[in-house]
């Protein structure tokens, strides 16, 4: 398992809902997919715009990865996978200790109401068995 191999990936959406304006795969252990997606998007376009914008990602972004969504003014998550089921995939893994921290809560922390759509059950079994048979 090397760095940036991690099988996590996220991309923006524009307020369009369709065209992609980004996208970006886990960096290491601590640049996440959503996290430099994010710092990223901040960088690119303005808060307006990314508060119409919508994150996608495969797993449930970590409490850093929301944190730093809700700093970048992003207004919308659509993620695939549960961070509980991702802890019951990995486990104590060395290189992912997946925190039991529902994005929701870290949002709901804040002051602006990011919305979330997820789990996505269409996409959930396919996400859970790439996962375990990585973590493995």
Known sequence: MGLGRHPFGAILV????????????????VNHAEAVLARS????????????????????????CAGTQY????????????????????????ENPTMDLPCREVFAR???AVQVTGPVAAVEAEIAQLHSGFWS
């Not at 901040?42 to 495969?58: G, H, I, K, R």
């Open 14 to 29: 524009a307020p369009d809902g369709e065209t992609v304006l980004a996208e970006q795969g886990n960096v290491d252990t």
């Open 110 to 112: 804040g002051q602006k």
């Open 71 to 94: 700093w970048a003014h992003i207004g919308h998550l659509v993620y695939g996978l549960s961070e509980r089921r991702l802890l019951e995939l990995t486990g104590k893994h060395s």
């Open 41 to 64: 998007a901040a960088q690119n376009f303005a808060p307006d715009y990314l508060w119409d914008c919508t994150l996608v990602t495969t797993a449930e972004p970590c409490a850093m």
